[in-house]
């Protein structure tokens, strides 16, 4: 005998389609029920996400020209709409806090062609090789986007378009002939070390400062793109085995092809994120109260934490024609004075005042010598004297080899 079908809540039309808004208002409005940015609730008082969520039902069922009675679907039958998807493994058996989405669907078009654009910058212009190879597929994905009209989702309207020195993608090299094994081929791994808080030991190949190379106990922080290369941001472990919670040990920054294709685990499964994320606002604060990368020895890093490491107040003057491009870097650092000043003959400069810890100093004397023919440095003396010795020595070259020509 044949059975008799097993009625359930969706058997009617009305409940069926309530049903399919639902998915359809979570894929086209990912993160539906979420707080607004703006949005302020008093204490005590939870977020509803199901609230917004009715509403934007609402919404949706109209734009389909379906007509809902006021108040409908109820709060409770959403919940209840919810469970079913939760139970066919559309929704997730978890709390949706921050707005409900489908899967990794987290996005809308518009913020989906931003991130796009990001990825395409990243891929192409500061040669990530796994964020390469994510932009060609999802590139392929997006195909039928455009088929469909929307040719914008994958033009780079956006880019940074800063390169790296160095060759930055295994495969590329591969390819080229111009293969060196260094820390690139070793992502996978760091990122894992990195998101767990792993003690890794690394190779240094070179270091071309103070040519200390050999092998390196850290924990890695992050992996950071400045200026012209890639870069490994860690902190060193002087007693691995005896790891303290409250000890942050040296931070270092390290560029990834000077290290070698050599990574090992040492630590499984890691001192945890909340380690991590407390090394690494620490070196963000140095990173912002100092110019550049450079993070000092162990004892000037140990005295800026502490507050004994004096600041060397600098004052650079500029002159024209490069007086309106330091002018119009507002932002370049937050303890920076611009001050417009005129000579006797009426002719405009500008005096750029900023403090800086000692170990910032080679690296902001470098930015100031871009600049070179239209910069003077007024203080501290040691600074005066270094960039007049710079400047010396470079019109004796031009001398000498002015000299060389004639004979």
Not at 290 to 313: A, D, H, V
Not at 357 to 380: A, M, N
């Amino acid at each position: 005998m044949p059975k008799k079908p097993q009625p359930h809540r969706y058997i009617d039309r009305t409940s069926f389609e309530r049903l399919l808004i639902l998915i359809a208002t979570l894929i086209q409005h990912p993160g539906v029920g979420s707080r607004q940015p703006l949005e302020h609730t008093p204490n005590r008082t939870h977020h509803n996400a199901l609230t917004p969520l009715q509403s934007q039902i609402r919404q949706v069922a109209k734009s389909l020209g379906i007509s809902y009675p006021d108040r409908y679907p109820s709060i409770g039958t959403l919940r209840k709409d919810l469970e079913t998807l939760r139970n066919y493994g559309i929704l997730d058996h978890r709390k949706y806090r921050w707005g409900y989405y489908l899967g990794t669907g987290v996005m809308n078009r518009d913020e989906l062609k931003v991130a796009f654009n990001a990825l395409h910058s990243q891929a192409m212009y500061q040669g990530d090789p796994q964020i390469r190879k994510i932009y060609y597929t999802l590139e392929k994905r997006l195909r039928g986007l455009e088929l469909d009209g929307n040719t914008d989702i994958s033009y780079p309207v956006r880019a940074y378009m800063n390169r790296p020195i160095i060759q930055t993608d295994p495969e590329v090299m591969a390819e080229k002939g111009t293969t060196r094994h260094t820390l690139f081929h070793c992502l996978d791994r760091i990122e894992d070390a990195i998101a767990t808080g792993q003690l890794i030991e690394l190779y240094r190949l070179r270091e071309p400062y103070h040519n200390n190379i050999g092998y390196l106990q850290i924990y890695p922080l992050q992996l950071f793109y400045h200026d012209i290369a890639w870069y490994l941001l860690y902190e060193t472990a002087s007693n691995p085995n005896l790891y303290q919670p409250d000890e942050i040990q040296h931070l270092e920054v390290e560029r990834l092809d000077r290290l070698k294709n050599y990574c090992k685990i040492l630590d499984s499964p890691g001192r945890g994120q909340n380690a991590q994320f407390e090394s690494l606002k620490l070196a963000q604060k140095l990173f912002k109260t100092g110019w550049g990368i450079n993070l000092g020895t162990p004892e000037e890093q140990y005295n800026e934490r502490k507050n004994q490491e004096s600041f060397e107040r600098i004052t650079v003057r500029f002159f024209p024609p490069c007086t309106q491009f330091i002018r119009e870097g507002e932002c370049r650092h937050n303890n920076q004075k611009i001050t417009s000043k005129k000579d006797q003959d009426g002719q405009e400069y500008i005096d750029y005042s900023i403090k800086l810890p000692r170990r910032s100093l080679p690296e902001f004397c470098r930015w100031v010598y871009r600049h070179i023919g239209c910069s003077q440095f007024i203080s501290p003396p040691e600074l005066v004297e270094k960039h007049r010795n710079a400047i010396q020595a470079a019109a004796n070259r031009y001398s000498a080899t002015r000299s060389g020509n004639k004979e």
